[in-house]
């Protein structure tokens, strides 16, 4: 089994960061990619930013410059860093890791960005 536990959410006012991460753990093998989606009141699940095992990155045109992906093999750990933050990334925060196996998420982490 894979578990992914998410940890850095939280209330913050517009314009302001957070550092989001998620913790990998259990039978993990090979990684393909893991990645961040988020889903907001009312809204479809949506993705915000990949990276792949060869660390190429890509994000939602509405997070671009904003927030960067990054990973720390060693760690099992991918973060997400959230910089300028708006209103609009109000949103729950799941954690996605596509392994040789299957896919797996997160539990959730709650970010709500404050007007």
């Known amino acids: 089994q894979v578990q992914l536990v998410e940890s850095g959410g939280g209330l913050v006012q517009a314009g302001g960061s957070l550092r989001l991460s998620c913790a990998a753990s259990?039978?993990?093998?090979?990684?393909?990619?893991m990645g961040w989606y988020r889903q907001a009141p009312g809204k479809q699940r949506e993705l915000v930013a990949n990276?792949?095992?060869?660390?190429?990155?890509n994000y939602a045109d509405s997070v671009k410059g904003r927030f960067t992906i990054s990973r720390d093999n060693a760690k099992n750990t991918v973060y997400l860093q959230m910089n300028s933050l708006k209103f609009e990334d109000t949103a729950v925060y799941y954690c996605?890791?596509?392994?040789?196996?299957?896919?797996?998420w997160g539990q959730g982490t709650q970010v709500t960005v404050s007007s």
């Open positions: 996605n890791l596509i392994g040789i196996r299957g896919n797996y």
């Open positions: 259990g039978s993990i093998f090979s990684i393909a990619a």
């Open positions: 990276i792949t095992s060869g660390r190429n990155t």
